[in-house]
């Protein structure tokens, strides 16, 4: 029964998901005020939240791959996963610092507001977010593989709503850091 067991790991996932985009939703408004705080942060938002769940799912997809294929072994070290969180982390670094950027600007051409900490927040937040993200990420997959389960079916929605969660978090603490 296949199929009953893909549709179980499925919807269950698609439920956590939603309940993390209601958790972090709530955060958001809970902490809106913050925000404000900060000219241009709502340019930058979207893409945050964006970025975090699309590698992180993206990292999961790989090493859901790898376990597939026999690459990586539930238990062992493998420099695969080394290399794909390394490679995730470079990535996210720059896009945030490219997100960064490009908030600063807008925000300094359209609002003519100048605040040069905008493009740093996303960085610090990013690094606060993947030092907790990527391993949970990893974990979780080498774990849900152990048990019989398909990380493909799961993991982009658990770590897509855990980014969300993680990632507002994590940019408030910039927030804080940094202002």
Do not use: C
């Amino acid at each position: 029964m296949k199929f009953d067991r893909d549709f179980s790991e499925i919807l269950s996932s698609e439920l956590v998901a939603n309940t993390g985009g209601i958790i972090s939703g709530t955060l958001l408004a809970i902490f809106t005020d913050k925000l404000y705080l900060i000219p241009g942060l709502f340019i930058l938002l979207p893409g945050f939240l964006q970025l975090k769940g699309a590698i992180a799912g993206t990292l999961a997809a790989r090493l859901g791959t790898e376990l597939h294929i026999g690459r990586i072994k539930p238990g062992k070290k493998s420099r695969l996963i080394a290399e794909n969180k390394a490679a995730s982390f470079i990535l996210i670094f720059f896009i945030s610092l490219i997100l960064g950027v490009m908030s600063y600007l807008l925000t300094f051409f359209i609002f003519d507001e100048n605040y040069p900490a905008i493009m740093l927040i996303p960085v610090v937040a990013s690094i606060i977010s993947s030092i907790v993200l990527f391993p949970i990420t990893t974990k979780l997959a080498i774990w849900l593989y152990k048990n019989h389960h398909d990380p493909d079916n799961v993991m982009g929605p658990y770590v897509t709503s855990l980014g969300d969660i993680e990632s507002i978090l994590s940019l408030l603490i910039a927030m804080l850091v940094m202002t």
